[in-house]
């Protein structure tokens, strides 16, 4: 069954320094989106992204962010100063156009910024 | 503001009960998602719910929407130990964005 594959697993940085998340979608998927997950907390959208651009953000996402799809594949998402707050779970995921099969989840980055 | 309430937040069951976890949402949608995360896991899809009376059934797990009452339901029959994660009930705005609920932890106890 065909997967969102992100990497790393687990990045550790140093508070201020930038990170960048990687994702690589379902190749026939239109729709890329960007969750995080504070630890045992809520799902909390950041951003969805299509025909490369953004298509929505949440108040989160603000301008120490940025996403990119730098070629056919990958998706990434920048953070550009790290916080001790951005510690979190990181979710990529993907869809179809009309989502009749719902979201597909990526295993998630586990970011700790120290 | 949007609001996305499951309830109970923490559920510990025995084995062998049966049980249902509510999801209300404030906005007008005919989509809903279920998904499992186990511990330190990703999210598992496990129901897509694409229009009013929707219902679907996997196993001991069943789920039901009614936009009217803008409101879905995952029902469990006889659980068991294997069914013990947190369960999220999500929204689609349509607007390629899903707002999540807050989980229910569920515990099964033998």
């Known amino acids: 069954e065909p997967e969102v594959t992100q990497t790393p697993s687990h990045q550790v940085t140093q508070m201020g320094q930038e990170v960048i998340l990687r994702c690589v979608p379902i190749s026939n998927h239109l729709y890329f989106y960007w969750y995080r997950q504070i630890l045992g907390q809520k799902v909390e959208f950041l951003v969805s992204?299509?025909?490369?651009?953004?298509?929505?953000k949440s108040e989160i996402f603000d301008d120490q962010f940025s996403v990119e799809r730098p070629d056919g594949s990958n998706f990434t998402l920048k953070i550009r100063s790290t916080k001790l707050e951005d510690s979190a779970m990181y979710f990529c995921?993907?869809?179809?156009?009309?989502?009749?099969?719902?979201?597909?989840f990526g295993s998630g980055t586990r970011l700790t910024v120290v | 503001e949007l609001k996305v309430e499951q309830n109970p937040l923490f559920l510990s069951m025995q084995e062998g009960k049966n049980y249902t976890i509510y999801c209300n949402y404030s906005t007008t949608s005919d989509r809903l998602y279920w998904y499992r995360q186990d511990p330190g896991k990703s999210l598992e899809s496990l129901f897509v719910l694409l229009s009013n009376g929707a219902v679907k059934q996997e196993g001991r797990l069943m789920a039901s929407l009614d936009t009217k009452a803008r409101l879905s339901t995952l029902h469990i029959t006889a659980a068991v130990h294997d069914l013990s994660a947190t369960y999220f009930c999500?929204?689609?705005?349509?607007?390629?964005?899903?707002?999540f609920g807050a989980g229910t932890r569920l515990t099964v106890k033998p």
């Open positions: 995921a993907s869809s179809e156009g009309d989502r009749v099969r719902g979201y597909t």
């Open positions: 992204f299509y025909n490369n651009e953004i298509s929505e």
């Open positions: 999500a929204v689609d705005l349509y607007n390629n964005d899903m707002r």
